[in-house]
C-alpha cells in the first residue's frame, strides 16, 4: 500500500498570502495524484489531477506540481473561501486508492 | 449536472447490516467506475471499495473485506453498498464518488453529500 504523508498538519495564514501545500509518497505515483478540498460539512471536491490539471471550475490561483514521490499544491492570493481541509489523492496504484491526512488551512 | 446522492445511512448494533444507496444523474452511469469512501468523525478519507462502469472486478479495503459488498444497477443509474457484521469502528460518514473513467486508475471527480452510518450499542 502506498503511504501519503502530507505537511504541515496545520497551516495559519492571512488572506491574499501564498502558501505551498506538500504531498510525499512512499513510492513512485508517476502523476496519478489528485489534490482535493474539504470544507466543514461539505464533501470533498477534485481541484488538481495529474498532479498540476486543474478541474472544471477551479481558480487559477489553484496550481499543483510534481511527480513520482514529491508533490505540492500552490494557493495564490488567499480568498476567504479557501480556507479548507486539502487532501491529496495517489490513483497510480489500486487497490486501494490512499489518501493523505489532510493539511487544514486556517485563517490567522 | 452530475449528481450523486447517498441514502441507507443509520443507527445499528453492533453485528447488524445496512444496505447503502448512491442514485446519481446528469451523466452516463455505465461509462464510469464508482468508489466508496468513508471519513470517520473528524478523521480523513479512507478509501472503501471500487467496482468498475460494467459491474466487474469489485475490490475493497482489507478493513471491510468479507464484509461488505459493493454492487452497482445501471438500469437505475444506483450504486449499492451492502455491509454486514458492523463494528463500532465503521462508524462514519459515506461517500459515494465517480471515478472519470470507465475502469479504474482515474481521479475521482464527483462526490456525494455522504450518509451517515453510526454502529453503537
Known amino acids: 500500500e502506498i503511504v501519503m504523508t502530507q505537511s504541515p498538519g496545520t497551516l495559519s495564514v492571512s488572506p491574499g498570502e501564498t502558501v505551498t501545500l506538500s504531498c510525499r509518497a512512499s513510492?513512485?505515483?508517476?502523476?496519478?495524484l489528485a489534490w482535493l478540498q474539504q470544507k466543514p460539512g461539505q464533501a470533498p471536491r477534485l481541484l488538481i489531477f495529474?498532479?498540476?490539471t486543474r478541474a472544471a471550475g477551479i481558480p487559477a490561483r489553484f496550481s499543483g506540481s510534481g511527480s513520482w514521490t514529491d508533490f505540492t499544491l500552490t494557493i495564490s492570493n488567499l480568498q476567504s473561501e479557501d480556507f479548507a481541509v486539502y487532501y491529496c489523492?495517489?490513483?497510480?496504484?489500486?487497490?486501494?486508492?490512499?489518501f493523505g491526512q489532510g493539511t487544514k488551512l486556517e485563517i490567522k | 449536472e452530475v449528481q450523486l446522492l447517498e441514502s441507507g445511512g443509520g443507527l445499528v448494533q453492533p453485528g447488524g447490516s445496512l444496505r447503502l444507496s448512491c442514485t446519481t444523474s446528469?451523466?452516463?452511469?455505465?461509462?464510469?467506475?464508482m468508489n466508496w469512501v468513508r471519513q470517520a468523525p473528524g478523521k480523513g478519507l479512507e478509501w472503501v471499495s471500487s467496482?468498475?462502469?460494467?459491474?466487474?472486478?469489485?475490490s475493497y479495503a482489507d478493513s471491510v473485506t468479507g464484509r461488505f459488498t459493493i454492487s452497482r444497477d445501471n438500469s437505475k443509474n444506483t450504486l449499492f453498498l451492502q455491509i454486514n457484521s458492523l463494528r463500532v469502528e465503521d462508524t462514519a460518514l459515506y461517500f459515494c464518488?465517480?471515478?472519470?473513467?470507465?475502469?479504474?486508475?482515474?481521479?475521482?471527480?464527483?462526490w456525494g453529500q455522504g450518509t451517515l452510518v453510526t454502529v453503537s450499542s
Open positions: 513510492q513512485s505515483v508517476s502523476t496519478n
Open positions: 446528469g451523466f452516463s452511469f455505465g461509462s464510469h467506475a
Open positions: 495529474g498532479a498540476s
Open positions: 467496482i468498475e462502469g460494467s459491474g466487474g472486478r469489485p
Open positions: 464518488a465517480r471515478e472519470r473513467g470507465g475502469h479504474f486508475y482515474t481521479e475521482l471527480d464527483s
Open positions: 489523492q495517489q490513483y497510480d496504484k489500486w487497490p486501494p486508492y490512499t
